[in-house]
């Protein structure tokens, strides 16, 4: 299944990635992989393993934009807190 692309999103992504992608604030407002993993299956039964999929997405996500004008940031982890992750514009 093609993944429709943007001027804005990076390409070679998952499509699960590119889902993903789409779900984080274009404003810059940081998240918790918690409520990405809500958002992520939203109208759907949550897996108990929600978050660790959607940090490995988000760790796929953070090298894939590396270069690119909007690239995905994210915290360290720290234990059993939630990752907070942004999507961050670079200056032009």
Do not use: C, Q
């Not at 499509?15 to 992520?40: F, H, I």
């Not at 959607?54 to 690239?71: C, E, Q, Y």
């Amino acid at each position: 299944m093609a993944v429709p692309r943007s001027a804005s999103m990076p390409s070679k992504l998952s499509p699960s990635e590119a889902r993903l992608y789409k779900l984080l604030p274009a404003n810059g407002t940081r998240v918790t992989t918690e409520e990405l993993a809500s958002r992520y299956w939203s109208g759907k039964v949550k897996p108990f393993n929600a978050r660790i999929v959607v940090s490995n997405l988000v760790r796929a996500l953070v090298r894939k934009t590396g270069r690119h004008d909007a690239r995905v940031r994210k915290t360290k982890p720290t234990g059993p807190r939630s990752t907070m992750v942004w999507l961050e514009k670079r200056a032009a």
